[in-house]
């Protein structure tokens, strides 16, 4: 089989589709690049001593882990002098960072969660990477946050890397998403997966089950049938499975089905949920739609919600179809 490399790929489906204008290629390209330095950071682990805590908080009070600090550095540093983009936004930083007036501007906006489930780095488990491609609004020199808040159905382009046995780069521009894998020798990324497909059915679920007492009637409603197994009215059986990083979860379901919740709960009324719309939540409704998937909040398609902040948090219902029906259609009936 030919060997089709990441740039061999941009540049093909740009010649098939005008999909891919140079500087859309070159973004993505340092993105990935940029991703294969963070995926040497990780594998170094306690050898460079970038394991534990950097005793920072971002702006979501949570405290920063060091590789937290270095994968949001090593984002900024491959993406400022490019020329690529307008600005750019992090889970790690308060507001946009704008690009120096050092370099030339581009027409795009870059979002990104540098170094999700950080939680897990410690212990070595997958981590990931998560980005999301906006465009700038026309006439727009300086990005503000109100210039980043676009619904997840303009998105030019989303993807993750997962940082697991292998590094792979999950990819769309909106013409499918295919999955890249790391050539550690050569240093590129080849494609290994033309146009994944999420199966419509599935019988595994992916939830964090210690906030059961926490969630709203839908969810425990939906999940208490899952849990009931073939004796209930599913009629079936389900596996549970639960990483704790959103890449390596959502992942799973890209290559065999399954469906992944994180629900609003009562923990914290402020919280509509704990991940991110932006960065999170966006980017990878974006990968799993363009997989077949669907992915909703609950209540509406994630790629429609309109944004408020750029830190906003959203409930998160995505994967096999038929599932995310379900639970969803548990929502409209309030229970
Ligand atoms: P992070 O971006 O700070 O790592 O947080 C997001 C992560 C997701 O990757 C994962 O699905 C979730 O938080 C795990 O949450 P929990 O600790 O409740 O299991
Ligand atoms: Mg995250």
Redesign the pocket.
Same mark, same amino acid.
């Given at each position: 089989m030919r060997r089709v490399t990441l740039t061999q790929f941009l540049i093909e489906t740009q010649r098939e589709h005008q999909l891919i204008q140079a500087d859309l290629r070159l973004l993505i390209e340092v993105v990935a690049r940029a991703c294969k330095a963070i995926a040497i950071a990780i594998g170094k682990g306690s050898l460079a001593g970038v394991l534990g805590s950097a005793d920072t908080e971002n702006v979501q009070g949570?405290v920063q882990k060091k590789l937290d600090v270095i994968s949001n550095e090593i984002l900024l540093e491959a993406n400022e002098w490019g020329g690529h983009l307008a600005a750019m936004a992090s889970?790690e930083m308060d507001g946009p960072y704008a690009i120096s007036h050092r370099y030339p501007k581009g027409e795009y906006l870059l979002l990104f *969660?540098p &170094? *999700?489930?950080?939680?897990n780095i410690d212990v070595n488990v997958s981590v990931g990477t998560i980005f999301s491609v906006l465009h700038c609004p026309e006439g727009v020199d300086e990005p503000e946050e109100k210039h980043f808040l676009q619904a997840g159905s303009r998105q030019v382009c989303a993807g993750y890397a997962v940082y697991g046995p292998t590094t792979l780069l999950v990819l769309t521009v909106g013409h499918g998403t295919h999955c890249f894998t790391l050539d550690r020798e050569i240093g590129s990324f080849v494609l290994t997966e033309r146009n994944m497909r999420i199966p419509e059915d599935t019988r595994e679920f992916s939830i /964090?089950m210690s /906030?059961m007492r926490h969630w709203e009637p839908p969810v425990t409603r939906y999940v208490q049938e899952l849990l009931a197994g073939k004796s209930g009215s599913r009629g079936k059986d389900f596996n549970m499975r639960?990483v704790?990083?959103?890449?390596a *979860?959502v992942h799973r379901i890209m290559t065999r089905g399954g469906i992944f919740m994180?629900p609003r709960d009562a923990r914290d009324p402020g919280k509509p949920g704990? &991940?991110?719309l932006m960065y999170?939540a966006n980017p990878m409704a974006f990968i799993v739609e363009q997989a077949g998937g669907a992915a909703t909040d609950g209540r509406q398609r994630i790629l429609d919600v309109k944004p408020d902040t750029l830190h906003q948090r959203v409930a998160v219902f995505l994967g096999s179809r038929n599932e995310v029906d379900v639970v969803t259609r548990y929502h409209a009936e309030g229970g």
């Open positions: 949570e889970e *969660d &170094l *999700d489930g950080s939680s /964090n /906030n639960w704790a990083s959103m890449v *979860d994180y704990k &991940l991110r999170e």
